[in-house]
């Protein structure tokens, strides 16, 4: 009996990493959080360094190619060349969550940005860019890994 | 999913294989086989086994002038599958209520 427990419970831990696996194969890809954190610290460094018309075009076309690559990279149906993954197995409110955060993020920025400059800081949007940087930089993987356990629990 | 203990699927290499294969739509023969570090002919064996019980489909759709081979479960193969995680449940789940 104390085998067949122990063979079970260690079937069903192989049968979890194994579906895990799966689910890696199409995660967001670690290039996506950091072109998102390095686009947001040139849009920091245009706020303020380069005239408002230059920020304000470089602000579009980051929105623009943002907009180009994230449905694909985020929604989980972008296939791998070697396997289809269920759908099922994909949470396909992900780009909202993402959406949603990148709309935080900005007030995140602001707020920063306008504290700092209170507080008489150099560069003050640039140092909030960044800030905000680091937070997509470790927050995003994070944010999938949570919203992945989700998918996983409830398949 | 009613509790189903399947000796066909239980072998470990074989419920690997089937694991992986119940999370996707389809998987290449190279996924799977990269996967779980078997020879090619060591996962045939287990992909025959498994097509022969009426779990597995296999594909071989011609892309990029390669014959690739894709692996894929069927309705009958999820639901033994399904059937016998629930088993494996049932099995940890009795011991713990015992302890």
Do not use: C
Not at chain 1, 84 to 90: G, I, M, P, T
Not at chain 2, 31 to 50: M, P, T
């Amino acid at each position: 009996m104390t085998n067949d427990v122990s063979e079970a419970r260690a079937a069903l831990l192989d049968v979890e990493r194994r579906q895990r696996r799966v689910i890696d194969e199409i995660d967001v890809p670690p290039w996506y959080w950091w072109l998102l954190a390095g686009g947001w610290v040139v849009l920091g460094v245009l706020a303020e360094l380069a005239p408002a018309a230059a920020s304000i075009a470089a602000t579009l076309v980051f929105g623009a190619v943002h907009a180009a690559i994230a449905p694909r990279v985020l929604s989980g149906q972008h296939r791998s060349r070697r396997l289809s993954v269920r759908r099922d197995l994909v949470d396909r409110r992900l780009p909202l969550y993402v959406f949603t955060g990148m709309i935080a993020l900005v007030a995140v920025t602001l707020g920063v940005a306008l504290v700092l400059d209170a507080d008489g800081a150099g560069h003050p949007s640039i140092i909030a860019a960044a800030f905000v940087a680091v937070i997509i930089v470790i927050g995003g993987p994070r944010l999938t890994a949570a919203v992945r356990r989700r998918s996983m629990g409830g398949s | 999913m009613t509790p189903r203990f399947d000796e066909l699927i239980h072998p470990a290499t074989r419920l690997s294989v089937v694991a992986i294969l119940a999370a996707v739509d389809w998987a290449d023969f190279a996924f799977v086989r990269d996967e779980l570090g078997l020879s090619d002919s060591a996962l045939s064996k287990q992909l025959a086994i498994l097509e022969n019980a009426g779990y597995v489909t296999l594909e071989r759709p011609v892309t990029d002038r390669r014959r690739r081979v894709r692996a894929a479960l069927t309705p009958a193969g999820r639901a033994a599958f399904e059937g016998h995680v629930a088993a494996l449940d049932e099995i940890v789940n009795r011991a713990t209520a015992a302890t």
